[in-house]
């Protein structure tokens, strides 16, 4: 009797395009535990308002998301740049009922086998 065993690991990119999945649709329909996934626990948001840079902490930004509350948010992945255990993401969040595209830049770390997101800068323009 013969057995062959086929095991499909994930390549880097994959897995770090499930992290930003978990970030695009956790907060795009009120899954505060998808969002978490994808955060690391020590992660800052950062942006400029007013000529000032803001920094929210990332459990406090989970927190403005409530289990079951959807909102109108469409998110895509633009770009992945990946090297050993360092990585780096574009992605875009429209809200149309805002008119208005978020660009998210998203440094990531494999940190014990697991992509996370580190660290989030941002900004925003209408359309």
Not at 13 to 32: D, F, R, V, W
Not at 50 to 63: A, E, F, H, W
Not at 64 to 91: H, L, T
Not at 92 to 98: A, F, G, H, K, N
Request: net charge positive; glycine share 4%; hydrophobic share 35%.
């Amino acid at each position: 009797m013969l057995c062959v065993q086929i095991s499909f690991a994930q390549t880097d990119k994959e897995q770090i395009k499930e992290t930003l999945l978990h970030y695009i649709e956790g907060t795009a329909n009120g899954s505060p535990e998808r969002i978490k996934k994808a955060f690391h626990k020590d992660l800052n948001l950062y942006s400029v308002s007013n000529d000032t840079l803001s920094i929210t902490n990332g459990q406090k930004y989970i927190s403005y998301f409530r289990e079951g509350q959807k909102r109108d948010r469409v998110g895509k992945i633009i770009s992945i740049d990946v090297v050993n255990n360092a990585a780096i993401a574009k992605v875009e969040i429209d809200v149309p009922s805002r008119n208005r595209l978020y660009t998210d830049y998203m440094m990531l770390l494999k940190v014990a086998g697991q992509w996370k997101i580190i660290h989030k800068s941002y900004t925003s323009e209408n359309y």
